[in-house]
C-alpha cells in the first residue's frame, strides 16, 4: 500500500474551479493506477476519475467528462483532478485512491479495486 494525501478542497461558487492534488511522500506512485472517487452525505462513495500507470489512459464518470480531467506527474509522485464549470451536485468529499499493478493501461474504477485511500478532502459548491 501507498500512503496518499489529497489537498486543495475547498469552498467555491458554482461554475468556478478547483484543482484538487494527490501525493505520496514514502512510496513513488509509478506503479499504481490511481483514482478519484467522492462522497456525498448520505450517499455512497462513487467513481469520478482515474488514470492508468503509463498516464496513457483515462475514465471518467458521465457526470464530470467535458468538466473533469485528471492527470498524474510520476516525477513528483502526485496526481490531480482539474474541476472546471463545478456544479453544486459536486460537493463530496474527494478521495485520491491507488491500485498496485503492473499493467500499464489498466484503469480500475470500482472501490473494491484499489487498495491504498487518502484521508479525502472538502469539496463545497455554492449555488
Known amino acids: 500500500q501507498v500512503q496518499l494525501v489529497e489537498s486543495g478542497g475547498g469552498l467555491v461558487q458554482a461554475g468556478g474551479s478547483l484543482r484538487l492534488s494527490c501525493a505520496s511522500s514514502r512510496r513513488t506512485v509509478s506503479n499504481y493506477a490511481m483514482g478519484w472517487f467522492r462522497q456525498a452525505p448520505g450517499k455512497e462513495r462513487e467513481f469520478v476519475a482515474a488514470i492508468s500507470r503509463s498516464g496513457r489512459s483515462t475514465n471518467y464518470a458521465d457526470s464530470v467528462k467535458a468538466r473533469f480531467t485528471i492527470s498524474r506527474d510520476n516525477a513528483k509522485n502526485a496526481v490531480y483532478l482539474q474541476m472546471n464549470s463545478l456544479k453544486p451536485e459536486d460537493t463530496a468529499v474527494y478521495y485520491c485512491?491507488?491500485?498496485?499493478?503492473?499493467?500499464?493501461?489498466?484503469?480500475?474504477?470500482?472501490?473494491?479495486?484499489?487498495?491504498?485511500w487518502g484521508q479525502g478532502t472538502q469539496v463545497t459548491v455554492s449555488s
Open positions: 485512491a491507488g491500485k498496485l499493478t503492473a499493467t500499464e493501461i489498466w484503469i480500475p474504477v470500482a472501490t473494491w479495486e484499489y487498495d491504498s
